[in-house]
């Protein structure tokens, strides 16, 4: 029994130490500055720091090597995101009362729900506006996609949104259909008051596939400004976005929201990516193999290898 426990203890103690080796391993990437270059299609995401194969670590049970061999290709891959060209030249693809009333009143419910069970699902991004300093309100997230909420929550929502954002892409960019782990990066619902906005209009989501938003609140009802923009070749381009209304574009493509004047501007976005679909709060880029989910998608890559 004492032999055996030994056994066991060692090896928890081992599974640990690779855990551990493996997340100091990933390569961070810059998230949305202006001006840094995206990985792209044709620069493959190298795991830095990391051995080539698992032969120079010492992992005796087979198991263990395979889990480890499988995670190093997966993080081989290509994010498959687009060129910073290209994703600039892409159209907007837009989609006229995607979700009914019942359907919004549901999300803000949840993130509501979210907010008050998990308060660290809640971020302020006031720093963000022109004259906001975190902490203003000025604009608040609440990540409901934290513990799987919107998927086990509300799955028929969850089940749409995913087959909208294949369409779309089918429809418009084709990033997707050669892939076999596009997911849920991150689900946010998004409250701006006055004087928020998303002042850059270089901003983009680093690391993410598509990008989608959805407008939860009445632009004439509900606020003033905080109009969605783009910006294209001709300069900055404000689309048409009311309630209801998806818009899914390339996440590399430039985007920004006018300040709000009056009122509260609420919106839903959910950004995919070539990754795990993660039940921790935010967007971290560490979470692409790591988070949950990873097991599943080292067993996938290990059954069609």
């Not at 640990?16 to 792209?40: D, E, Q, V």
């Not at 799955?155 to 050669?178: F, G, Q, V």
């Not at 938003?213 to 689309?239: C, N, P, S």
Request: proline share 3%.
């Amino acid at each position: 029994h004492k032999f055996r426990s030994g056994l066991l203890m060692a090896r928890s103690l081992v599974t640990s130490a690779l855990r551990f080796l493996l997340a100091s391993s990933i390569h961070l990437t810059s998230h949305g500055i202006a001006g840094f270059r995206p990985l792209t299609r044709t620069s493959p995401r190298v795991l830095k720091g990391a051995p080539r194969s698992s032969a120079s670590l010492c992992m005796c049970d087979p198991s263990m090597r395979a889990e480890y061999e499988s995670y190093v290709a997966l993080q081989n891959q290509e994010q498959n995101t687009m060129t910073e060209d290209d994703a600039q030249a892409a159209e907007v693809h837009r989609v006229e009362n995607f979700l009914s009333n019942s359907e919004i009143d549901d999300l803000k419910e949840l993130a509501h729900i979210a907010a008050a069970e998990m308060p660290w699902t809640v971020s302020d991004r006031s720093s963000w506006s022109r004259h906001g300093r975190d902490g203003d309100g000025l604009w608040e997230v609440t990540f409901v996609h934290t513990q799987h909420y919107l998927q086990e929550r509300l799955p028929l929502l969850a089940s749409k949104i995913y087959n909208a954002m294949h369409a779309a892409d089918e429809a418009a960019w084709r990033l997707t259909p050669h892939l076999g782990h596009v997911n849920i990066r991150c689900a946010e619902v998004h409250t701006m008051r006055e004087g928020g906005g998303l002042h850059d209009p270089e901003h983009y989501d680093h690391g993410s596939l598509i990008t989608m938003d959805i407008m939860l609140a009445d632009g004439e009802e509900d606020f003033d400004g905080g109009r969605f923009q783009t910006l294209d070749a001709g300069g900055l381009r404000t689309h048409r976005f009311e309630k209801g209304t998806a818009l899914f574009f390339p996440s590399h493509k430039y985007h920004s929201v006018q300040p709000v004047t009056r009122g509260i501007r609420n919106v839903f976005v959910v950004e995919f990516w070539h990754g795990a679909e993660v039940k921790l709060s935010g967007r971290d880029e560490r979470n692409r193999w790591l988070g949950d989910g990873f097991a599943d998608s080292v067993a996938s890559a290990a059954a069609t290898a």
